[in-house]
């Protein structure tokens, strides 16, 4: 038993190598290579085996171009979350110890959204921090003040995400201000980290900006002529997410097939336009565990990031009632439903089923506006069951809620469709509740918890078998920074048995079991050596 505590000291010590000897079934180490030579296990009666055990620290994992692009110690990211559920406060906590954060802009109001700006610019100064920007299909002038906002006020990394195509405000943020230093090094201000699902998509990522729309930008006087001409000189985005089975907008993709796939994409874009500066491919979707995220690394992601479980955390902008039920959520307790921002065209979201109704009640709304062609036509019991247990209004109240929203958004145009087209009316009405739903999880409205979206993928379960029993079972202990700390020490303590394995060494399961331990502990393993 001793000897078993030992050896897992040694394990977890991960910063410091050490040689391992197995002889007669017995583990023994050794940090000296000349006392593991001169031990007399090693004479010919009784042969073993031996095998070296590299030090490997959080700071050895990922890609060192990209932690040096961004100014990271480790290559971890706490993705974005819409409607401010990835806060200022998880941002600046990550910021903080070496990581970083996005803000998640997406539903955000511009005020809002410039109100978290300063305060972030104020806190973080030149520390790594990043904001959202999702794609507002139906909203294209708000995609555009946003970008505008950013530049204004000087936001350097973006995250863009549920991009369909490249889009001119998209492109207008990453051309402008690129320039030639004296060395003639491009330099481009402003990075774009890209998540993304399909291929035909991160084609145009690794891209530089489409020619189109560079000219209409240079036409309009928003870009100067040596900024037309330097982007073709330059991708949309150095660095990619493949993002596979993830919370929220997701196409449910495998990441065992999708991160090979970009990787190979990159080698391709690498070799065809021969950028100066390398193209990096991160992972994101299922990411929860030391071995999974041990997985990512090893098949090549430059960095991981997460989104899921990071909304179980204090700092997370949801209720304590969403919080509590992510904690006892498995993996199979989320589902697809019709996403508010791409309703019509059938996009869907990954959401918690778990204590919520919400899944349910969307695919409803959906497929009744997919089979008529006004709210009038749909039959009397699922009207009265909308009205009362959806809308908790009539519809007309509803739609004039949903009016006053575009008119307070100065969109007078989704007013005037609907009022001639009573199918769009249903929609906006519709989209309305969806829209609603994620806000009421947000602040927990106790009579809304039924209609909770909450945006969620199988990781969580994941997660949570990994941490019970210990201190982050408990919501009210998940901190995202130290969240992400164990992942990564697991990670480094995962990938140091996998080479004792390629060794022949066989390692006890007791010797590889790692259950989360606070991060003073976890400091201390990381910056101890031999």
């Not at 959204?113 to 294209?140: A, Q, V």
């Not at 994941?462 to 920074?481: C, D, I, P, Y």
Request: proline content about 5%; aromatic content about 8%.
């Amino acid at each position: 038993m001793d000897n078993a505590i030992a050896l897992k000291n040694q394990l977890l010590q991960i910063s410091t190598p050490a040689y391992i000897t197995q002889t007669n079934g017995q583990l023994s180490f050794s940090t000296r290579e000349e006392a593991l030579l001169s031990s007399p296990e090693r004479n010919i009666s009784s042969p073993g085996k031996i095998a070296f055990l590299p030090a490997i620290g959080l700071e050895n994992l990922g890609d060192k171009a990209f932690k040096r692009r961004h100014g990271l110690t480790y290559p971890y990211i706490a993705g974005a979350m819409a409607n401010g559920i990835s806060s200022a406060q998880m941002v600046k906590t990550m910021a903080e110890n070496g990581m970083v954060g996005f803000l998640g802009a997406g539903g955000l109001s511009l005020e809002k959204i410039e109100e978290n700006i300063i305060d972030l610019k104020h806190s973080l100064k030149e520390k790594p921090f990043g904001f959202n920007l999702i794609h507002s299909l139906g909203d294209p002038d708000h995609e555009m003040a946003t970008v505008k906002l950013y530049l204004k006020h000087q936001i350097r990394l973006i995250s863009a995400a549920a991009f369909m195509r490249m889009t001119l405000p998209l492109v207008y943020y990453r051309v402008k201000g690129i320039f030639r230093d004296n060395t003639q090094e491009i330099i481009t201000p402003n990075r774009i980290i890209a998540k993304v699902s399909r291929i035909e998509i991160a084609r145009q990522f690794f891209a530089p900006p489409p020619e189109k729309m560079v000219a209409q930008l240079l036409a309009s006087s928003l870009i100067t002529r040596e900024e037309a001409e330097l982007s073709q000189e330059i991708p949309m985005a150095h660095d990619l997410t493949a993002e596979a089975d993830s919370g929220g907008h997701t196409d449910n993709r495998p990441a065992l097939t999708l991160l090979p796939t970009m990787i190979g994409l990159r080698n391709q874009f690498m070799e065809i336009y021969h950028y100066t500066t390398p193209l990096c491919v991160g992972m994101a979707g299922g990411i929860a565990t030391p071995e999974s995220a041990a997985a990512a690394f090893g098949m090549g992601a430059a960095y991981i990031l997460t989104g899921s479980i990071n909304q179980s955390c204090v700092e997370a902008n949801v209720c304590e009632d969403v919080k509590r039920l992510l904690c006892q959520a498995e993996q199979a307790d989320v589902a697809m439903a019709p996403a508010a921002d791409m309703f019509e065209i059938g996009a869907r979201v990954q959401v918690l089923k778990r204590g919520t109704l919400f899944p349910v009640r969307a695919e409803k709304l959906y497929q009744l506006y997919k089979t008529h062609a006004c709210f009038e036509e749909i039959n009397e019991r699922s009207r009265q069951e909308i009205e009362e247990k959806f809308l908790l209004t009539g519809f007309e109240q509803a739609w004039q809620s949903t009016r006053q929203f575009f008119e307070n958004q100065g969109n007078p145009k989704e007013i005037q469709r609907a009022q001639t087209d009573p199918k769009y009316k249903m929609a906006l009405v519709f989209r309305s509740y969806l829209g609603q739903s994620s806000r009421w999880a947000i602040d927990g409205i106790p009579q809304r918890k039924m209609d909770y979206q909450i945006w969620c993928g199988p990781s969580i379960g994941a997660f949570n078998q990994w941490v019970k029993g210990s201190f982050l079972e408990s919501h009210a202990n998940r901190k995202t920074a130290e969240l992400a700390l164990n992942l990564l020490f697991g990670a480094c303590l995962c990938t140091r048995a996998s080479f004792l394995r390629a060794q022949g060494i066989e390692l006890p399961l007791e010797l590889t079991t790692f259950k989360p331990l606070p991060k003073k502990e976890l400091l201390s393993l990381i910056s101890m050596r031999s």
